[in-house]
T-cell receptor, first 113, second 112 residues
Framework: DGGITQSPKYLFRKEGQNVTLSCEQNLNHDAMYWYRQDPGQGLRLIYYSQIVNDFQKGDIAEGYSVSREKKESFPLTVTSAQKNPTAFYLC????????????FGPGTRLTVL | GENVEQHPSTLSVQEGDSAVIKCTYSDSASNYFPWYKQELGKRPQLIIDIRSNVGEKKDQRIAVTLNKTAKHFSLHITETQPEDSAVYFCAASESNTGKLIFGQGTTLQVKP
């Protein structure tokens, strides 16, 4: 797990502002994922990428955007179009194999003021 | 695509008792089933996983069983301790994408 970092740990945003969450991994993993977790709820997939320069929408992609220009980096932008962005955001990565272990980053807690 | 159902949503046991959490999946080609533990405010961490070539795997007080015919798998925790209190998520790998599909989570409370 120490191979995945997210920053910042806490983030406060005013309504109408875009904000970018960072996710970096040094595990040489091909696949990276972004999840959203609301209090007392499960993990909902926002976007995922299985290879550099390619990514797919998850279950709740509206109001979010991503890029995958480097293998080790998968930043998530929360746009002003996301109506209720206050949540805990988790990044994860795994190898290419279907049974490779998936590791999570420490998370970013985003609060909209 | 894959769909994973997890039960129960909450589970309360006395310290020393056993706890069992069950999951069912829909994709018969899935071959990897991990379990994650998430403590309050922390990231999910892998505690045990099982691949479809085995039916059971144990690691100290934790065991996972897999029934591929019935498409369900279970987490068993024996001699529970207060530090086992957390949210537990099961998952199954989607055969066509390799991404994990998570269950809804089970909040386990171990009472001292």
């Amino acid at each position: 797990d120490g191979g995945i970092t997210q920053s910042p740990k806490y983030l406060f945003r005013k309504e109408g502002q875009n904000v970018t969450l960072s996710c970096e991994q040094n595990l040489n993993h091909d696949a990276m994922y972004w999840y959203r977790q609301d209090p007392g709820q499960g993990l909902r997939l926002i976007y995922y990428s299985q290879i550099v320069n390619d990514f797919q929408k998850g279950d709740i992609a509206e109001g979010y955007s991503v890029s995958r220009e480097k293998k080790e980096s998968f930043p998530l932008t929360v746009t002003s179009a996301q109506k209720n962005p206050t949540a805990f955001y988790l990044c994860a990565s795994k190898g290419r194999g279907p049974s490779d272990t998936q590791y999570f980053g420490p998370g970013t807690r985003l609060t909209v003021l | 695509g894959e769909n994973v159902e997890q039960h129960p949503s909450t589970l309360s046991v006395q310290e020393g008792d056993s706890a069992v959490i069950k999951c069912t999946y829909s994709d018969s080609a899935s071959n990897y089933f991990p379990w994650y533990k998430q403590e309050l405010g922390k990231r999910p961490q892998l505690i045990i996983d099982i691949r479809s070539n085995v039916g059971e795997k144990k690691d100290q007080r934790i065991a996972v069983t897999l029934n591929k015919t019935a498409k369900h798998f279970s987490l068993h925790i024996t001699e529970t301790q207060p530090e086992d209190s957390a949210v537990y998520f099961c998952a199954a790998s989607e055969s066509n994408t390799g991404k994990l599909i998570f269950g809804q989570g089970t909040t386990l409370q171990v009472k001292p």
